[in-house]
């Protein structure tokens, strides 16, 4: 027993150092980056690991399966390659050059199988899962001069895969068809001569076109093939519709539901100049993490954990609106400690526009809302762990595959066209965020207290406040306005200029002078109350935390230097209101 493991561990150990030894040699040649060891390793792992495992019990690879190897062997240095392009420049003769070697050699195993009498399942398992990761990986090459639209080759495999993990109907094995081997060899023959550049654009763009719809021509066809053969239970003459029937609709309905829920939870934007439909064509990083728990977790810590990452991403949600608004009013995001604040006016506003009655019916579907998210999500947890934990083999193979697409994504920094890269960790990064968030917060109160006790006015003599303006009229004013767009690079800043060019030769007219100038403001949009006390106190009140903190302590503001330098006050504004 013991000879058979270790004639059987032999191949996956030869097949990892191989791929040790094809990097280095392409590190020694070409160069490679760590972003390209990485993925190189990984690939090498991955493959041979599982190989080893496929392997238990049998008497070691065949003469077929070392030429297979060989080939996921030359893909995982195309692999490294294509992560490196996207830090620098591409050794284009290089991956061309692998990537053929690996055709021809698709095409040698299975003669080598049929000539030896060594064909296998797992051979052929094998041979299959090569020829998809090399497409991948040549689409993901091919898609940064092409577009994203290629990755549609490299992924349907897997997403043909990852169906049949959702429908039950898909675990049928089609017939064996000659014409999938000729599409898949179609498919990597027109990418390598998308990645050689040798071809006009639009020549290789309709190659790929055609090359993508053959490919959905042969998945479709398998797909139309399990759907007219899946099994059907006889239905009694005397019911329509079959209550199991119904019931699975129904189940299929609602846990698509909480798929997508849970899927735009993780994936959706917080600001809304990204939510475009690119940002949801994404792999959460905190999906894979949820299927993964379900998967080794025990039945009662697994359902515990999931209530619990329910309630976090309906929390994450939340933030996310959040950050929606304060992004388009203050060009910031949401400060859970300080922005509260803005409740009691967002209402204030909302009863000037609708009215007292609609402004209370807006508040109260609001809370409503927010109560069922807080319930909903958490189920919708819970629904998809038990799920996961039916389907364990499915969950594995989904979830490792993703896994190694989403870090081959990550390392890349791959891209579509809405501009959020594919491998998504958005959800992890608005918890950081606002765990930062508070953190500066805390650390912000007691440096802001720190500088307005400095105040190197406090003590001055009067007659030494304001000195150089002395003997003449000052107006301090404050005027709401749009800010600088109001003058410069608007359709309405001709007219708004013309009326101050008037003004400044009236004033010339009469004996004065006029000098304006821009001042950077702490804040965006709304809150201009911010800017006011800024100038006030000369201190960066960027915030509603600074602004009370400020408003708590009696340090000398610029209306109080005039009113102490011996100004006379014509208006001013009461201290207690909102606006200095």
Known sequence: MRTVQTRAMTGPIIG????????????ATVGLSAAGWTIGVMCGLTTNVALARGLAGADGLGPADRVTLLRATLVGGIAALTADWFSQPAPVATVVTLSAVALVLDGVDGRVARRTGTASTLGARFDLEVDAFLILVLSVYV??????????????????VASRWLLPWMHGTP?????????????????????????????????????LALLAESFGREVWWLWRHRPVEPEPSDVV?????????????????????????????????????????????????????????????????????????????????????????????????????????GIGVLTDSIGRTGAIGVVVATALLVVALVVVLPLSVLRLSRLVTGRRLGAIRV????????????????????????????????????????????VDRKTFAKAIATDPLQGAQDSQLLAGLRGKDVVLAFVESYGRVAVQGSTFSPGIDATLDAGTKKLSAAGFSARSAFLTSPTFGAGSWLAHSTLQSGLWVHSQQRYDQLFTRNRLTLTDAFGQAGWRTVFDVPANTTDW
């Open 16 to 27: 990892l150092i191989g791929q040790l030894a094809l990097l280095t040699l392409l590190a």
């Open 399 to 442: 979830v490792a595959v993703l896994g190694v697409v989403w870090v081959l994504c990550a390392v890349t920094g791959l891209q579509l066209n809405s501009g959020a890269p594919v491998a998504s960790s958005s959800a992890s990064s608005v918890v950081y965020d606002q765990i930062s968030q508070l953190h500066n917060d805390i």
């Open 241 to 345: 519709v079959r209550p199991q029937g119904v019931r699975a609709v129904v189940t299929g309905l609602v846990t698509t539901i909480a798929a997508l829920l849970v899927w735009f939870a993780l994936v959706a934007p917080n600001n809304l100049s990204r939510l475009a439909p690119g940002a949801f064509v994404r792999i959460p990083l905190e999906g894979l993490i949820i299927v993964v728990l379900a998967l080794v977790l025990r039945p009662r810590a697994g359902r515990a954990a999931a209530i619990v990452i329910g309630v976090v991403l309906s929390l994450v949600v939340i933030v996310k609106v959040l950050d929606m608004g304060f992004f388009a009013v203050f060009d910031r995001p949401f400060d859970l400690l300080n922005d509260w604040y803005y409740l009691g006016p």
């Open 143 to 160: 898609a940064r001069s092409t577009g994203a639209w290629v990755l549609a080759i490299g992924v349907a495999r897997y997403a043909f």
């Open 175 to 211: 017939p064996a068809r000659y014409w999938c081997k000729v599409v898949a060899a179609i498919q990597g023959i027109a990418l390598t001569v998308a990645a050689a550049d040798v071809v006009p654009g639009p020549v290789i763009d309709a190659v790929l076109a055609v090359s």
